[in-house]
Nanobody, 115 residues
Framework: VQLQASGGGLVQAGGSLRLSCAAS????????MGWYRQAAGKQRELVGV???????TYVDSVKGRCTISRVNAKNTLHLQIDNLKPEDTAVYYC??????????WGQGTLVTVSS
């Protein structure tokens, strides 16, 4: 399985971005998927998860501003972030969750939010 994240860039505070993650292989539709982010000098943290059935959960810091979606027919995962804040600046990673193992990680895409 390979995951390719894209869509990052430089955006002003208050703006929006839509990140995408393209997955290879045949297990995407049956896998729960997650978005994570890692700011400079900080640990990687969870942003939110979408189950194989489309149910979503988000961490409190992004709740109401983020929407995770998936298109199983295209093996694609999305993260829409609205009302971006400077503290959202980070490298964003997608992850395929395959418990009990670590699953698979994408290479990350950088989001920079200017104030």
């Amino acid at each position: 399985v390979q995951l390719q994240a894209s869509g990052g860039g430089l955006v002003q505070a208050g703006g929006s971005l839509r990140l995408s993650c393209a997955a290879s292989g045949s297990i995407f539709s049956s896998s729960n998927m997650g978005w994570y982010r890692q700011a400079a000098g900080k640990q990687r943290e969870l942003v939110g998860v979408i189950t194989s059935g489309g149910s979503t959960t988000y961490v409190d810091s992004v709740k109401g501003r983020c929407t995770i979606s998936r298109v199983n027919a295209k093996n694609t995962l999305h993260l829409q972030i609205d009302n971006l804040k400077p503290e959202d600046t980070a490298v964003y990673y997608c992850r395929m969750l395959r418990p009990p193992g670590p699953g698979y990680w994408g290479q990350g895409t950088l989001v920079t939010v200017s104030s």
